[in-house]
């Protein structure tokens, strides 16, 4: 009889055990542990209630390390709030979120090289080259806005050319 209770307390422990970890996130999931843990603040790409994940990124330069670093030990006005949020994570976890988070931002810069590379652009003046190769590296989802908008497609000296009309004014 002991062993029959034995037998069925190990089996539902078990069972209470592998239920409760299947609603854990994998620790190597990155992006998973990005959705259920930072995303409710920090958005994919638009600064909103706290710093957007490009800009996350950006700022540590897509270094996963410096990262980490932040995660371990959030500073600045959101840190109190934040440490609250991440108070559970392993370091593997918040490594994992880490270089989801640098990915995700590598891959759009790839994205925005393909978009500049089709893209026909106007005449650039060496001004203009210069701010945009720092742009590039601070602000890449702006410029890749601009590469794809009109105004990439035109000079100022040709559009001041165009009649109101053409200009969409009216």
């Known amino acids: 009889m002991k062993k029959s209770l034995l037998s069925v307390w190990i089996i539902g422990l078990y069972l209470f055990t592998a239920f409760s970890l299947a609603d854990a996130a994998d620790p190597g999931d990155g992006e998973a542990l990005y959705m259920k843990n930072c995303k409710m603040c ?5 600064d909103g209630m706290a710093s957007s994940l ?14 980490v670093d932040f995660l371990n ?10 440490k ?7 370091l593997q976890e918040k490594e994992a979120i880490a270089a989801w988070m640098t990915a995700q931002v590598q891959g759009q810069a790839q ?7 089709k893209t026909a652009l106007a005449p650039i003046s060496g001004d203009t080259e210069a701010c945009l190769g720092c742009h590039e590296s601070v602000t ?3 410029v890749g806005d601009w590469r794809t908008s009109r105004h990439a497609n035109t000079t100022p000296e040709t559009a001041l050319k165009k009649g109101y009309r053409e200009k969409g004014y009216i």
């Open 54 to 67: 490009e800009t996350m990124a950006n700022k540590y330069q897509n270094n996963s390390a410096g990262i």
């Open 73 to 82: 030990n959030p500073t600045g006005k959101g840190a109190r709030m934040m």
């Open 42 to 46: 920090h958005k994919l790409k638009a």
């Open 140 to 142: 890449p989802g702006i």
């Open 84 to 90: 609250k949020f991440i108070a559970g994570l392993s």
């Open 111 to 117: 994205d925005q090289a393909k978009t500049k590379e």
